[in-house]
């Protein structure tokens, strides 16, 4: 069970880090924080820079927490939070990824929360610095804070002027946002 963990928490947090160096920087195939930035805009987010760096981060500090298993709750909370706000930008496309749907988004929730319930296994900081294994209350709160975050962050970062990198004026004529 505990290379299983191991191997489940190497994967989904190095790919959630990995999402995150995308957003912020040109590693991994990204295409800088102006490219990041530019993502949240097209996606109708309000807060520019701020908001790729703010996702970057997270992405980057959960995947890595994940990988290493370390504040296990806290860390799928965080990839939980962001992970959701993924899924609802890709939401109105269904399900499936080559649709450019939300299924990947879902599995990487669906993993961090697992990976929370279960504990990161031996194999893991958590293990070896003694924090855990973590009390159940906390791995479901972390669960449930991170997905209303999600939900939160999307509802108040929304900007339904923003589309596709345009806002529309009163006159209803498109401008470049700045």
Do not use: C
């Not at 980057?60 to 290493?68: E, N, R």
Request: proline fraction near 4%; charged fraction near 15%.
């Amino acid at each position: 069970m505990d290379s299983g963990l191991l191997m489940l928490r190497l994967v989904v947090g190095l790919l959630i880090a990995g999402h995150g160096v995308q957003k912020i920087s040109y590693r991994l195939g990204g295409n800088g924080l102006a490219g990041g930035t530019e993502e949240f805009r097209r996606d109708g987010f309000r807060g520019g820079r701020l908001t790729a760096l703010a996702a970057g981060g997270s992405q980057i500090g959960a995947g890595l927490f994940l990988a290493v298993g370390l504040l296990t709750p806290l860390a799928a909370m965080a990839a939980t939070g962001v992970m959701t706000v993924a899924g609802t930008v890709k939401w109105h496309k269904g399900l499936w990824v080559q649709n450019d749907g939300y299924e990947y988004p879902l599995v990487l929730v669906t993993a961090s929360a697992s990976v929370a319930l279960t504990g990161p296994g031996r194999w893991s900081l958590d293990h070896l610095l003694g924090p855990g294994p973590w009390p159940l209350w906390i791995s479901i709160s972390a669960i449930v804070i991170g997905l209303t975050s999600g939900l939160l962050t999307r509802t108040l970062l929304n900007d339904p002027a923003l589309i596709n990198g345009t806002t529309m004026e009163r006159t209803g004529h498109a401008k470049a946002a700045d």
